[in-house]
């Protein structure tokens, strides 16, 4: 089973601007696309960028233009580059791994905090 750990959270000014990055271990064989949800505190987990393993991507409304989400095939990594961030933007964040088989994985997480 794949593990997704995360890196690259923190504390930022708003304005500023961050880069995630995931990296998966072990089988990726059947891997559909990898992801980024992010949650607040009572809140659900909800989408912030997708991408497939052909390279097409989706985002939430509330991030287009200031996101971007990118691959790395060869190292199995996937990113999230997070410009002009706003203190909304403050949350967990966290990396999914989608399949063909509807199974999914998910990370332990990284706080990402946006000061005003």
């Known amino acids: 089973q794949v593990q997704l750990v995360e890196s690259g959270g923190g504390l930022v000014q708003a304005g500023g601007s961050l880069r995630l990055s995931c990296a998966a271990s072990?089988?990726?064989?059947?891997?559909?696309?990898m992801g980024w949800y992010r949650r607040t505190p009572g809140k659900q987990r909800d989408l912030v960028a997708r991408?497939?393993?052909?390279?097409?991507?989706a985002y939430a409304d509330s991030v287009k233009g200031r996101f971007t989400i990118s691959r790395d095939n060869a190292e199995n990594t996937v990113y999230l580059q997070m410009n002009n961030l706003k203190p909304e933007d403050t949350a967990v964040y966290y990396c999914?791994?989608?399949?063909?088989?509807?199974?999914?994985?998910w990370g332990r997480g990284t706080q990402v905090t946006v000061s005003s």
């Open positions: 999914n791994a989608q399949y063909y088989s509807g199974d999914y994985n």
């Open positions: 072990g089988s990726i064989f059947g891997m559909s696309a």
């Open positions: 991408i497939t393993g052909g390279g097409s991507t």
